[in-house]
């Protein structure tokens, strides 16, 4: 599968994982649940646009649910749990973001080099 045609699946899968992170944090085994669900998903992924898609994905909900609703109130409170749960997903994302351009193919090696470093002599 190429990288690109998994970007749409990344931002589901993403997405559906951050929703149910949002909905579970205030539980403890939720809120462990969604940041070792998510840390685990984002080291699968191969660095570069998927793993970016993954994590913006995730960002979506947890966003959304920092913001007031229309009735008023939160979904994710400004207390430990709620804190956690924001902090994490910023590292989801910082990560993601980092290794965007590790993604990229590197030149391939010439075909003597072997990793032997040589030196003038």
Request: glycine share 12%.
């Amino acid at each position: 599968m190429r990288p690109l045609a998994a970007v749409p699946a990344a931002l589901l899968v993403g997405a559906v994982s951050g929703a149910a992170g949002t909905l579970l944090h205030q539980q403890w085994w939720g809120l462990s649940l969604a940041m070792v669900t998510g840390l685990v998903v984002l080291a699968w992924l191969p660095p570069g646009v998927v793993r970016l898609a993954f994590a913006l994905g995730w960002w979506v909900p947890v966003a959304r649910g920092a913001l007031e609703r229309p009735a008023g109130g939160f979904l994710i409170s400004a207390d430990t749990a709620g804190w956690s749960f924001l902090a994490g997903s910023a590292v989801l994302l910082l990560a993601a973001l980092a290794t965007v351009a590790s993604g990229r193919r590197r030149p391939a090696d010439r075909s003597g080099d072997h990793g032997v470093r040589r030196t003038a002599t």
